[in-house]
Structure formats: structure tokens, C-alpha cells
């Protein structure tokens, strides 16, 4: 099964983690977990999840730091394999060179601009060039220095998948019609961000807010996302 959607375990619970890998892994087989989880839980806890349950491990700790400390960092989550690992591409191409050289059987996958940012709160920091411009220029970057995936929001897939052809772009910031966006500024749909260059489309509460932890309807709406697609 080759599911496009790589569920967000966004929670610091074990048991609802595990849970919620339980009902979708017989659709889905790439797990997000962020800092929120593997902050309080540590590589032990996800160890146990991966002994359990067979799965792709997207580590999202968007690591920022000077190059020989996130090589360190990165040597230290190795062992988990993740499949994808997130940098920040902000960090620049030694930091991400540093990174892909302690990952050689994963992906670094390097967040441009965050999309939380407006164009005023960007430019106030210093910055020149506007948002669009500078993650795309960032983005070259990073893929240069190594990085194989890129994160960007499915407004920005097309132009990411123009500059680096063969790497994995990856979307969060997707809803399905008629959802509430949450905090979420713009989304599309999935079938929306697979089309515009999407390769992967990051979903969370989309499926785990609106099952609660009823396995029927988790597994309905993952099956009415991959048939919308
Ligand atoms: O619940 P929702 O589908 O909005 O979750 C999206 C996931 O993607 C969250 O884990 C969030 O941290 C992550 N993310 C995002 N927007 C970004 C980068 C990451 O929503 N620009």
C-alpha cells in the first residue's frame, strides 16, 4: 500500500499515539512525530512504536544549530532510521551538508520559510529579499548541500518541484473541503497539493481530531482522503 499521507502524531500521549497507529497502519505507512511527542518521550518510546508496528519514521525535530553540533544531533537519532529527518534550511549548506553526512540512509528534508511568517514579521527581521524568493533561493541551497526533500506549503510544490526535480516534496497545510483550517492560513486539498508537485501531503487533525478514537471513522475519512485523491 502506497499511501501519499503521512499522518502527524501530534500528542505527547503514548497510548493515543500508539493507538492511532494502530487503526490507520493497515492505510498509511509514514508517521510524523514532532518535538511535542519526542521531547517528553524520547528515542526509547519511538523504538517501541517502530518493535510494534512496522512503519516509515518522519522525525520532525527541524534542528537549527551550528554544523558540528546538528551532527551530533542527527548521529544521535540515526539509529531510529527515520526515513525523512527535518533541518532547517535557514541553517545554511554546511549545517545541511553536516546533516545528510550523518544520514546517509535517510533523507534530510529542509524546511524553508516557515509559513507561520508574514511578509512584515520576515522583513522586520532583517531579511531582503521577500518570502517567496528566499525560501526558493534556500531551497537551492539546501538541496545542493545535500538535502533530498524539501517541506514547503502546497502553494509553494510547483515552484519546489521546478527547482529540484528529484527531490520529495513534502506538504502540510492541507484540508479537505468544507474543514475548518484550524491555524492553518492557507490549505488546499490533498488531490490540490499531490497535483501542484506534492509528493507526500503531512495530515493531522484532519484525521485525528475529527475520529476522536473510533477505528471506523479514523479509517473512513484516511479512505475518503485517498479516494478524493
Ligand atoms: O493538524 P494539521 O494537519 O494542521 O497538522 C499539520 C502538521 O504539519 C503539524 O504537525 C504541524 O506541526 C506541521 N506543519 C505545519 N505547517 C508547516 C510546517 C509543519 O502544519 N508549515
Known sequence: MNSPIILALDTKDPS??????????????????????????????????????????????KLYDIPNTVKGAVESVASLNPKFLTVHAAGGPKMIRAAAEALPGGSIAAVTVLTSFSENEFSSLGYSEDISRTARSWADQAVAAGATSLICSPFEAKQMKGIAPNSTIITPG???????????????????????????????RSITSFSGDSEQAMQDKITEIHQSI
Open 16 to 61: 493515543q499515539a500508539r493507538n492511532w497507529i494502530k487503526i490507520s497502519r493497515p492505510l498509511i505507512n509514514h508517521f510524523k512525530i514532532g518535538l511535542e511527542y519526542f521531547l517528553l518521550n524520547g528515542k526509547e518510546s519511538v523504538v517501541a512504536l517502530q518493535k510494534e508496528f512496522d512503519f516509515e519514521l518522519f522525525l520532525d525535530l
Open 174 to 204: 492541507v484540508r479537505l473541503l468544507g474543514e475548518p483550517a484550524n491555524d492553518q492560513n492557507r490549505v488546499m486539498t490533498p488531490k490540490e497539493a499531490l497535483s501542484n508537485g506534492a509528493d507526500f501531503v503531512v495530515i493531522g
